[in-house]
């Protein structure tokens, strides 16, 4: 591990994400779950994979998990299981990666987007009703940064119209609302595992939850090639299948998600704590549920200045996300152009992502808050939050 340099003395970097003190705290578990898929050889779905299904969907409070082997591809799969297609919008979020929008061009529908809640970052109730017309066939709220969306006006007003909610829960496991998990909130829900999430695959990975046994199904068919039985292949279908290999490193990872959570949670009070009197903006997690700190993403003026301090300091970092979706070169066709969203892209121009993972020490922590005041000039909040 490199040095970096701090006041004159060389110190260990910290890194935006550190996986490998995770995997060092339970190797033993880890390699014990992928011997048993080595030795079964079942590499392709099999049971480790429906170990992990039947575990998270009973975590979710879901009655079906389907596994696949990204979050894309759930998102995908459940725009076709709710028969979104040509001619179709779908209200997404102008924040959010870039995932989430991308199936809604898959099925030949078309996104339309909507600001986000200036508190929660996630997808406003409050603009909601002026998006919906006789073309919408679902709307996708996004649970941005492991804190979720606002789901009970957007319930409300789904239900009005008929619609089905599709929860992105890629950011968000184990994040609750109203003592409700993240997954058991709408009609179906889509979860992506890729390594650097609170539960992360060591590849990609992804699943579906939801509590309707038909949609499973279909969900299983669409991730196999459409076939039910073996070699008859009813509909048209994509190789989404999850990897057995990944299945088993979820399974153990599963076990060890809301000590991870509740890990990050202490990190997070103790940036806000240690960041209460500067200029920079914190999270502000809400009091209807659980925020599990994804990303710890904090906003500041001269954001990017702050970002070179920090990596001259050996200080990882990271931009969810500095160009919002509706002003990404492949939605330019749709005409949402600057300014039609100014909190997503307020957000999007002074975000800054700060360490964040369980196994953060408090010195680290510290270290991280140090080099934030010494690069906004130990800066005190002049301006309201």
Not at 136 to 152: E, F, N, R, S
Not at 218 to 242: I, P
Request: contains cysteine; charged residues 20%; glycine residues 10%.
């Amino acid at each position: 591990m490199n040095s970096a340099h701090v006041y004159g003395q060389s110190v260990p970097p910290i890194p935006f994400l550190d996986l490998k003190v995770q995997y060092q705290g339970m190797a033993a578990e880890i390699h014990a779950a992928l011997d048993e898929v080595l030795h079964n050889t079942a590499f392709v779905l099999g049971p480790a994979v429906q170990k992990f299904e039947q575990a998270f969907a009973a975590y979710c409070g879901a009655k079906h998990c389907v596994g696949l082997n990204s979050g894309t591809s759930a998102l995908h799969v459940a725009l076709l299981c709710l028969g979104v297609g040509a001619g179709d919008e779908v209200i997404v979020p102008a924040m959010s990666f870039i995932a989430t929008a991308w199936p809604v061009l898959y099925v030949g529908a078309r996104p339309a987007f909507v600001d986000i809640d200036p508190r929660r970052y996630t997808l406003d109730p409050t603009g909601l009703a002026a998006a919906i017309t006789k073309r919408t066939k679902a709307i996708l709220p996004v649970h941005l940064y492991g804190q979720c969306a606002d789901m009970d006006p957007i319930l409300r007003l789904a239900n009005q119209h008929g619609l089905p909610v599709i929860e992105d829960a890629a950011q968000a496991h184990g994040a609750t609302y109203r003592d409700r998990r993240a997954g058991a909130l709408g009609r179906i829900a889509c979860f992506s595992f890729y390594p650097g999430k609170n539960l992360g695959a060591y590849g990609e990975g992804g699943a579906i939850v939801t509590d309707d046994a038909d949609l499973a199904d279909l969900a299983r068919q669409l991730r196999d090639h459409g076939q039910k039985t073996r070699y008859v292949h009813e509909r048209l279908g994509f190789n989404y299948r999850m990897e057995g290999l990944q299945g088993a490193v979820l399974d153990v990872k599963l076990r060890h998600l809301d000590a991870w959570n509740a890990g990050r949670r202490q990190v997070a009070a103790r940036y806000d704590e240690l960041l209460a009197d500067t200029d920079v903006v914190t999270p502000a997690p809400c009091a209807d549920g659980d925020h599990v700190y994804h990303i710890y993403a904090i906003r500041c003026e001269a954001r990017d200045e702050l970002k070179a301090v920090l990596q001259e300091c050996g200080i990882g970092t990271n931009l969810h996300y500095p160009i919002p979706i509706h002003l990404q070169k492949p939605f330019a066709p749709f005409g949402y152009g600057p300014g039609r969203f100014p909190v997503a892209e307020e957000l999007g121009r002074t975000e800054l992502s700060l360490p964040m993972y369980a196994e953060l020490t408090p010195e680290q922590i510290e270290r991280v808050v140090a080099v934030v005041r010494q690069a906004r000039g130990d800066g005190r909040r002049s301006a309201a939050r």
